[in-house]
């Protein structure tokens, strides 16, 4: 990770010799290098004071992704704990923590929830349990990929590779993607997930095949071209859809690569996106994307392209002007810069992580000053997006208790 985490955690920059990109703002990001972008934001950061009472949330700069990842392979859970024990140890020895009893701290793992959620001791589960130990489940967690389940983690968006530091990039970049002719009607990037039962990646990828009017980044194939970004950016840029269904877990990077480049997505689990980055993406989810249940792909009912031809001309410009004009919610800018006008993805994270400390803070004061811990509860967090949608978070909830 040395490699990536150079620039300020944005990685070595992109040259732009096929030109897909612009000249400057863009770099190789590792999908993994949230928590050291968002600490170099945070150094710069208008708002900061070294007045804890002051303050309406502390920041922990604590790079829990980095960490679990030297560990989540052949070593004991021990080892993959040790580092969060001592995190916490160290937390509540603080008199910036006795406030609130952590409540208003924040921190950033750049990895999805499950890395820190292990549920036992057994040597052979997976991750760590920085994301369970009772102080952990005080602070707001930032995470590229949310539990539904849990009250303490909130997922924001995975770092893609533009970086502007100027808010007149952005403003060049979206007028780009909006005038882009795009030959294909959709488009695949990603490898089959032959270990995984019920994986739809394989039907997807022989519908792609079979038609004349879907590009197919075959990452089986061609895994060289998938750790380009230049064939990615190219393959979504030539796109009017993208297809992005779950892979290793729910979400993927590629959805806010593809985002970028003014591709429509199109989901199959309402998991990918709709359950998880409720800060950043609109919840009425049909204006800027497109869903398709993966049950009926699975069982062979739906063809992709006869489902995304039925969209008018209108109706694909309308949700391609919304997924331009959602670009600077979605992109972490340059952290030695600031944009003046466009406010980002990391600037739509500490706003919620401010509402949301303010909130408890509150709740604290109506019980004149108790600060119980706060409890995990067995109700799903996500009910309370907006029942128009509940059938699909119930068939959710159903099909992850399942498995």
């Known amino acids: 990770m040395c490699l990536f985490t150079s620039n300020a955690g944005l990685g070595p920059p992109l040259g732009n010799s096929e030109g897909i990109f612009f000249d400057a703002g863009w770099y190789a990001t590792n999908q993994f290098a949230l928590e050291v972008i968002f600490h170099n934001r945070m150094k710069r950061y208008e708002c900061l004071t070294t007045n804890s009472s ?44 006795t406030a609130m009893g952590g409540k208003d701290h924040f921190l950033v ?31 707001t967690v930032l ?20 970086h502007p530091s100027k808010d007149s990039e952005v403003f060049a970049w979206q007028d780009r993607m909006k005038q882009l002719e795009r030959p294909w009607l959709f488009s695949f990037a990603g490898a089959q997930r ?12 022989g519908q792609c095949r079979e038609s004349h009017r879907c590009k197919l980044l075959n990452c089986d194939l061609n895994a060289s071209k998938c750790h380009s970004p230049s064939s990615i950016m190219k393959t979504f840029q030539s796109s009017v859809f993208c297809l992005q269904p779950p892979g290793d877990s729910y979400t993927r990077r590629s959805a806010f690569d593809s985002m970028v480049a003014g591709c429509v997505p199109v989901f199959f689990h309402p998991g990918s996106a709709y359950v998880q980055y409720l800060w950043h993406l609109p919840r ?23 489902a995304l031809s039925r969209f008018t001309e209108e109706q694909v410009r309308a949700m391609r002007d919304e997924v331009i004009r959602l670009i600077p919610r979605l992109i972490y800018a340059d952290p030695r810069s600031r944009l003046e006008n466009s406010g980002d993805a990391f600037d739509v994270a500490v706003e919620g992580v401010i509402e949301r400390a303010e909130k408890l803070r509150r709740e604290m004061l109506e019980l004149e000053g108790f600060s119980s811990p706060l409890q995990e509860s067995n109700s799903w967090k996500y009910f309370l997006v907006g029942s128009e949608r509940k059938h699909e978070w119930d068939h959710f909830f159903f099909e992850k208790k399942r498995s």
């Open 284 to 306: 009425n989810y049909t204006r800027y994307s497109v869903f398709i249940s993966e049950d009926e792909v699975r069982e062979g009912k739906v063809s992709i392209e006869e």
């Open 54 to 97: 002051r303050a309406s949330a502390i920041f922990v700069p604590f790079y829990a992704g980095l960490d679990v990842a030297r560990y989540l392979w052949s070593y004991n859970t021990s080892v993959r704990d040790s580092l969060s024990l001592d995190l916490v140890r160290w937390l509540k020895s603080q008199p910036e923590w």
């Open 143 to 162: 995470v590229i990929e949310s539990s539904p389940w849990h009250s303490n983690d909130f997922a924001i968006p995975y770092p893609t590779y533009f």
């Open 194 to 205: 032959p270990n995984q039962t019920g994986s739809i990646r394989s039907q997807l990828i």
């Open 109 to 139: 793992a750049g990895r999805i929830a499950w890395d820190f959620r292990r549920p036992g001791e057994e040597e052979n589960s997976w991750g760590g349990k920085l994301l369970v130990l009772p102080e952990a489940k005080n602070m």
